[in-house]
């Protein structure tokens, strides 16, 4: 891979500079003009986002640099199989959208973890995904986009991993902690509209250099590394009628294969994979929360139908450009597995990961190289400031007001903010392991990682809010059922790791034989079979104390007593608030960021400024207005809305249908 030096000119580093700028004033303009300085306004953008940003944001949330470089690398090495997940999510957004997202709205709840204790009762299950998912958050989110993204521009532009990476999360966490939400959303927009652009400036690039896609289609299916010039160029010796010489499938353009296919059996994918899928977008925070600072039922599920038609991009922008690059660099991309394959990016397993940042490098010209840079630089801070600010959520709401109850609208807000400086302190620690790790083991380990933690978590969600007759205790004991039982296969695959091309497989047979698709399928019907069974024999809840946290009970009213989480932080705000209208007049002369300050100008007034800027924290009787105007979504709809929704709902589904069977036969 050529260096930067050698590669890119001013105009790339120019483009480069004016992304940062434009995300900057975004992003200050953003903080100035949003409600940073309440809890609902920090975590939920005020619950004023329209259909576009939503739509956008939840695009963008999901797509980050590991999906360039994962979604690429395997297109390069088996096809278009893996385009199968896009097309999952597309269906799957508008499940979110259509049964979830009106539960969520309805219930008035700001956190997944507080769903949970809202449906069933008591905090244990509530503590227990909260706690699970910021684990979750730390180990796989953020070290798979930090070793991604830091892999693009290791590769392209020859910067000292450990320093970029660390540039990038400081800065992705500067715009979170002083923005929230809003400004996340904002961002998120325009790295969108970057994202897309770029890749699509890229898609084309490569069809005109491979003769367009029928061009690519038979010259991919001819993509084997040349045997002469790997002996010359590495000095090794390669036998073509080797098991493990790279050769492409015969089926590389066919998605959904056999059942018993060892990388997308149909049946397994379809009953394996949605619980998982289903997890990520159905009841992932990262997703949700972005759903749930939309203004109105109709803005959230337009949002999850915009977001669906641009999910069918994927599958031309990231998996095709991983294809063409194959064709374009055979001998790099399709690597002999061992010593040929370490000498070209230093892994003996494979160097497909190297696909996108080689096809960049290589088709692009001067300045759309710098696009194209930015672009993996936006996927990058898009993913984490989502996930930065969604983490801060659930700390902040669900394990800090735990242990909090009488926690006040600033404490929160400061609180929120100081997670998401401990948070990159966390994933700056974190490169050093990253860089232990081999890239293609990582990006397929993370799939299977997650097919074994988050269907017993889908399962609960889903008849929660489905079947009314679940029960806390048939929750709870489903989860550590299906949980047990996934960290006993995962456990497992850490102990007894996937043999080296050529070598003979010793794994026990369950994990040779049983592929981790159809172990994901058992443990999610595992786990709703156990808690049907629990919650026969226990105590259910009554109609009434169900109201709005069902699918069938969504539209109910609540009791006149009911208080949503948001107005108990503001009455407890009020309450501080009238005890201290007794505090003595001496002790309101004392500077802190939460009181008033001096009326002379002095240096410690203005540290005293920047830090209310920087937490977005105001004059109390500011922040009392504005406590007392709650905001929730509306649940209303008029007759044109629900025709075109579902009009555009029917034309996605039909899509997404027809391009299953398109790819599939």
Known sequence: MTELSNQLNTADLSVVVVYFLLILIIGVVASCLSRRDTVQGYFLAGRNMNFFLVGASLFVSNIGSEHFIGLAGSGASGGIGVGAWELNALMLLQLLGWVFIPVYIASGICTMPEYLERRFGGKRLRIYLATLTLILYCLTKISVNLYSGALFIQQSMGWHLYSSVTLLVCLTALLTVTGGLTVVMYTDSLQAVLMIGGALYLTIQGFIYTNGYYGMKEKYMMASPNITYIEDTYNITVNESDSCFPKPREDSFTMLKGITDDEMPWLGFLLGQTPSSIWYWCTDQVIVQRALAAKSLSHAQGGTLMAGFIKILPMYIMVMPGMISRVLYKNDIACVPGEHCYQVCGSESGCSNLAYPKLVLGVMPSGARGLMMAVMIAALMSDLDSIFNSASTIFTLDLWKRLRKSASNT??????????????????????????????????????????????????????????????????????????????????????????????????????????????????????????????????????????????????????????????????????????????????????????????????????????????IKDPADVAAKEEDMVFPSMHQDRREKIFLSAALFLILGCGVFMYIFWSV
């Not at 397929?444 to 679940?470: H, K």
């Not at 034989?513 to 629990?534: D, G, N, Q, R």
């Not at 069902?550 to 503001?570: A, C």
């Not at 002379?600 to 830090?611: E, H, L, P």
């Open 411 to 616: 404490e929160l807000m400061v609180v929120g903010r100081l997670f998401i400086v401990l948070l990159v302190g966390v994933s700056i620690a974190w490169v050093p392991i990253i860089l232990q790790f081999q890239g293609g083991q990582l990006f397929f380990y993370i799939q299977e990682v997650t097919n074994y933690i988050s269907p017993p978590i889908a399962a609960i969600f889903l008849t929660g809010i489905l079947w009314r007759g679940c029960t806390e205790k048939g929750a709870f004991y489903g989860g550590l059922v299906g949980s047990t039982l996934g960290l006993a296969r995962l456990i497992t695959i850490f102990v007894y790791t996937p043999p080296k091309c050529g070598e003979i497989d010793t794994r026990p047979w369950f994990l040779t034989k049983l592929h981790y698709m159809y172990y994901s399928a058992l443990l999610f019907s595992t786990t709703i079979i156990v808690a049907v069974i629990v919650s026969y024999f226990t105590r259910k809840s009554q109609v009434q104390d169900l109201a709005r946290l069902t699918y069938w009970t969504r539209n109910v009213s609540l009791p006149p007593s009911e208080k949503y989480e948001l107005g108990l932080i503001k009455s407890e705000n009020s309450i501080k608030k009238s005890d201290e209208r007794d505090i003595p007049s001496d002790a309101e002369d004392e500077v802190s960021i939460i009181d008033s300050p001096p009326a002379t100008f002095s240096f410690k007034q203005c540290m005293v400024k920047s830090a209310r800027f920087v937490c977005g």
